[in-house]
Antibody, heavy 120, light 111 residues
Framework: VQLVESGGGLVKRGGSLRLSCAVS????????MTWVRQAPGKGLEWVGH??????????DYAAPVKGRFTISRHESENTLYLQMSGLKTEDSAVYYC????????????WGQGTLVTVSS | QSVLTQPPSVSEAPGQRVTISCSGS????????VSWYQQLPGKSPKLLIS???LVHSGVSERFSASKSGTSASLAITGLQSEDEAIYYC????????????FGGGTKLTVL
């Protein structure tokens, strides 16, 4: 299993950014994919997930990002996306793309993370 | 505040045994699988344990875990300096639509 995030960077408050996660080594369409973030010096925070196709492919989001972030997947490109808009300074964090061997469990596999910094 | 509660820090001498606790509720640990991760500085979390007590492939057998009711614990025996890291517990939480929850992390210092 390989998960490689990209797209992080410096963005102004209120701006938008799209993170990508290139995946390989597993059946992407049926995989539950989860974004987890970690603010500098802080713990891990669930951002949201997208269920596998066989489980409906639906998404769910943490309250702080609901309505501003959107998770999607492009199956033919084996890529997961996190579209972030209306960014706030408190969204500054390393964003990890993660997956598990099944649903309804914490992640088994993590990417290396990509840093998002939101300036005021 | 994290949904799962861990002590902020623990410390122990090399060669000794240390345990890290993780407390939750019936909507998560009490009825769902628990995972444990090790995070070294500047690195992404590494899975140590899944499904409460299943040691992940390639992880040292010095690591073990258990669960009782709404609490879980990670044990590390024969402490080594390389074990110095932050350890996180995690579980699925059935509340609302269901999502992953994490502990706040425990910094292990090998004295």
């Amino acid at each position: 299993v390989q998960l490689v995030e990209s797209g992080g960077g410096l963005v102004k408050r209120g701006g938008s950014l799209r993170l990508s996660c290139a995946v390989s080594g597993f059946t992407f369409s049926n995989a539950w994919m989860t974004w987890v973030r970690q603010a500098p010096g802080k713990g891990l925070e669930w951002v949201g997930h997208i269920k596998g196709k066989s489980d409906g492919g639906t998404t769910d989001y943490a309250a702080p990002v609901k309505g501003r972030f959107t998770i999607s997947r492009h199956e033919s490109e084996n890529t997961l996306y996190l579209q972030m808009s209306g960014l706030k300074t408190e969204d500054s964090a390393v964003y990890y793309c993660t997956t598990a061997d099944t649903g309804y469990v914490p992640p088994d596999y993590w990417g290396q993370g990509t840093l998002v910094t939101v300036s005021s | 505040q994290s949904v799962l509660t861990q002590p902020p820090s623990v410390s122990e001498a090399p060669g000794q045994r240390v345990t890290i606790s993780c407390s939750g509720s019936s909507s998560n640990i009490g009825n769902q699988a628990v995972s444990w991760y090790q995070q070294l500085p500047g690195k992404s979390p590494k899975l140590l344990i899944s499904y409460d007590d299943l040691v992940h492939s390639g992880v040292s057998e010095r690591f073990s875990a258990s669960k009782s009711g709404t609490s879980a614990s990670l044990a590390i025996t024969g402490l080594q300096s390389e074990d110095e890291a932050i350890y996180y517990c995690a579980s699925w939480d059935n509340s609302l639509n269901g999502h992953v929850v994490f502990g706040g992390g425990t910094k292990l210092t090998v004295l």
